[in-house]
């Protein structure tokens, strides 16, 4: 069965540093979304993508986060200047299209900021 | 009010117990319900998507209820596997098809 894969599994990277999350959809999906889950916490919504270009984004994606597809297999998320709070598990997620299509998630990566 | 509400757990049931979870919702406009399962640290996994005439699955049976505003599932037989967090989600009317997800019940299933 074909499945969302996210790359790398942990990062460990040093506050203010540049991060790069990466994540390959199953490859027929027309819809993208990245969440996060705090430890402990509920799953959150960051961003939906499609037709290349952003369709939502929640409170949380602000001006140090960014998403790109840059090779229509490939779909990433940076966070720019991280912070401490940004340590989280990062979800990517697809679907064949909208509406009550379920989405597939990939396996996380857990991301951890010293 | 949360936008999806459930009950946190812990539910501890012997083997073999039928359990049930409730789950509600504040967006009366909510289009589309999943329940998803989620192991320690791993990814949600699709359980289940929820219809207006609820569906079975084998074990697991989820009812909608758009009056009261509340998916439920439930899980007979539980076996020691079923182990998890049951995650109720929830698709609004935006048009961005996101995932607005509760905070997971725990379930528990002891020999």
């Known amino acids: 069965e074909p499945e969302v894969t996210q790359t790398p599994s942990h990062q460990v990277t040093q506050m203010g540093q540049e991060v790069i999350l990466r994540c390959v959809p199953i490859s027929n999906h027309l819809y993208f979304y990245w969440y996060r889950q705090i430890l402990g916490q509920k799953v959150e919504f960051l961003v939906s993508f499609y037709n290349n270009e952003i369709s939502e984004k929640s409170e949380i994606f602000d001006d140090q986060f960014s998403v790109e597809r840059p090779d229509g297999s490939n779909f990433t998320l940076k966070i720019r200047s991280t912070k401490l709070e940004d340590s989280a598990m990062y979800f990517c997620?697809?679907?064949?299209?909208?509406?009550?299509?379920?989405?597939?998630f990939g396996d996380g990566t857990r991301l951890s900021i010293l | 009010r949360k936008e999806v509400e459930q009950d946190p757990g812990p539910f501890n049931v012997p083997e073999g117990a039928t359990v049930a979870f409730n789950c509600t919702y504040s967006n009366s406009a909510s289009q589309s319900f999943f329940w998803y399962r989620q192991d320690c640290r791993k990814e949600p996994k699709l359980l289940m998507s929820?219809?207006?005439s609820g569906n079975e699955d084998g074990r697991f049976t989820a009812q909608l209820n758009r009056a009261s505003q509340y998916i439920s599932l439930l899980i007979r037989d539980s076996k020691l596997s079923d182990s998890a967090t049951y995650l109720c989600?929830?698709?609004?009317?935006?048009?961005?098809?996101?995932?607005?997800f509760g905070t997971g019940t725990r379930l528990k299933v002891l020999a």
């Open positions: 997620a697809s679907s064949p299209q909208g509406g009550n299509q379920p989405q597939h």
């Open positions: 929820v219809y207006s």
């Open positions: 989600v929830v698709i609004n009317t935006s048009g961005t098809y996101k995932y607005i």
